[in-house]
């Protein structure tokens, strides 16, 4: 199955250091957009990188930041973690052409 | 993108017809009607779309109203597995697929045996 991949799917990091969360894209997409998602909560849009530049950003703070590389995978960073921070993160995958998401099933970092 | 309003929850019998209704009283000319759902710890799945016509494929049945406001989802013939959150989104096709999805809190669906 070539679907959107992350990793690790489980996280635990204590309050004030720093993470990454890696994505690879579904076959053939060019798109990457991170989400996310609070428990009870619908997941909210952080930033989208499309020919390794974000092109679009969500309501959140500069700690969060991104990458692109030429193979379109993706990575998340966050720095100065916060408790707040704790949550489901996804990664979708989609055709800057058109086209619908994919959506991986997450990496679940635990602040403490 | 237009605001959508969703019920919190509802129950369906397994083998019934789930019908998950939408507003988007908001929604814009060349907005479309998004619906996806998420099953406990994965990640969103598409299930359907549509501009005004009703639509249907191999998952569900999407009905618009003529004035475009409200929407319903059908699930035909709900399983267990049809248990998840089901979220409606409306959102612009322009720009391709460039366009990010704004989700709200969703209506969970619990298909009962």
């Known amino acids: 199955d070539a679907g959107v991949t992350q990793s690790p799917t489980h996280l635990i990091k204590t309050r004030g250091q720093q993470v990454t969360l890696r994505c690879s894209p579904k076959?053939?997409?060019?798109?990457v957009s991170w989400y996310q998602q609070a428990l009870g909560q619908g997941p909210q849009f952080i930033f989208q990188?499309?020919?390794?530049?974000?092109?679009q950003r969500g309501n959140f703070p500069d700690r969060f930041s991104g990458h692109q590389f030429p193979n379109y995978s993706s990575e998340l960073n966050v720095n100065a973690l916060l408790l707040g921070d704790s949550a489901l993160y996804l990664c979708?995958?989609?055709?800057?052409?058109?086209?619908?998401?994919?959506f991986g099933s997450g990496t679940r970092l635990t602040v403490v | 993108d237009a605001k959508t309003t969703q019920p919190p929850s509802m129950d369906c019998a397994e083998g019934r017809a789930a019908n998950l209704p939408c507003n988007h009283s908001?929604?814009?000319?060349?907005?479309?009607v998004y619906w996806y759902r998420q099953i406990h710890s994965q990640g969103p799945q598409y299930i359907i779309h549509?501009?005004?016509n009703n639509e249907t494929n191999e998952m569900a049945s999407l009905i618009i109203t003529e004035d475009r406001k409200s929407s319903t989802l059908i699930l035909p013939h709900a399983t267990l597995r049809d248990t998840a959150v089901y979220y409606c989104?409306?959102?612009?096709?322009?720009?391709?697929?460039?366009?990010?999805?704004?989700f709200g809190k969703g209506t969970l669906l619990t298909v009962n045996p």
């Open positions: 908001t929604i814009s000319g060349n907005e479309y």
């Open positions: 076959s053939g997409h060019d798109t």
């Open positions: 989104i409306v959102r612009a096709l322009s720009g391709g697929s460039n366009y990010k999805l704004t």
């Open positions: 979708a995958s989609s055709l800057a052409s058109g086209g619908g998401y994919t």
């Open positions: 549509g501009l005004k």
């Open positions: 990188y499309y020919e390794e530049e974000e092109r």
